[in-house]
């Protein structure tokens, strides 16, 4: 399976984007996707997860209220909504997919890996 994600790009504080993750494989909406990201010079940090039929979904304490995690299955597509950018949500942003249907923080459950997109807040 095969991640890709898109999206990212500068933006000034207070505004949105919106990242998408494209699935290879169809049996991608057979299991959970999350998105993680790490900040410049952080570890890596847990972000959203969405369970396999998209109708529960888990957040960040720091993006809870502000970003959306979606999936269309029909287009093997994850998004994630991100309103009210602020310059501490900079960081590169990884989709990946879960080894199983259900939601989880724990990165080592997720076994595919999307290359990554660059958020960049500016204040």
């Known amino acids: 399976v095969q991640l890709q994600a898109s999206g990212g790009g500068l933006v000034q504080a207070g505004g949105s984007l919106r990242l998408s993750c494209l699935a290879s494989?169809?049996?991608?909406?057979?299991?959970?996707m999350g998105w993680f990201r790490q900040p410049p010079g952080k570890e890596r940090e847990f972000v959203a997860a969405?369970?396999?039929?998209?109708?529960?979904?888990w957040y960040a304490d720091s993006v809870k209220g502000r970003f959306t995690i979606s999936r269309d299955n029909a287009k093997n597509t994850v998004y994630l909504q991100m309103n009210n950018l602020n310059p501490e949500d900079t960081a590169v942003y990884y989709c990946a997919q879960s080894k199983t249907g259900y939601l989880t923080d724990r990165a080592n459950v997720y076994i595919y890996w999307g290359q990554g997109t660059q958020v960049t807040v500016s204040s």
């Open positions: 494989a169809r049996t991608a909406s057979n299991f959970a």
């Open positions: 969405i369970n396999w039929s998209g109708d529960s979904t």
